[in-house]
């Protein structure tokens, strides 16, 4: 759970409108974690960054934090609503 609590972390870090950001784990498996995000539709280009550059820092970020507690595999959804 403290991956879904460093993703949440870093997306409000970089959201302009940091109370409509929602993260949960939607699937946990034996090997793979799945992290969905939702941010204001507004807020996408500030999470996505410039050609992903933001979006795939945080899954490394959160991949690497990963690696060090749980060793498993980690995906992050990132949607708008």
Do not use: W
């Amino acid at each position: 759970m403290e991956l879904v609590n460093l993703t949440e972390y870093l997306i409000k870090s970089v959201a302009k409108n940091k109370d409509a950001v929602k993260v949960k784990l939607f699937d946990d498996t034996e090997d793979t974690m799945i992290i969905q995000v939702l941010v204001d539709e507004t807020d996408m280009g500030n999470v996505i960054g410039h050609g992903g550059t933001i979006a795939n820092a945080i899954r490394t970020l959160v991949q690497a934090a990963s690696y060090n507690h749980e060793n498993k595999l980690v995906r992050i959804s990132i949607d708008s609503f």
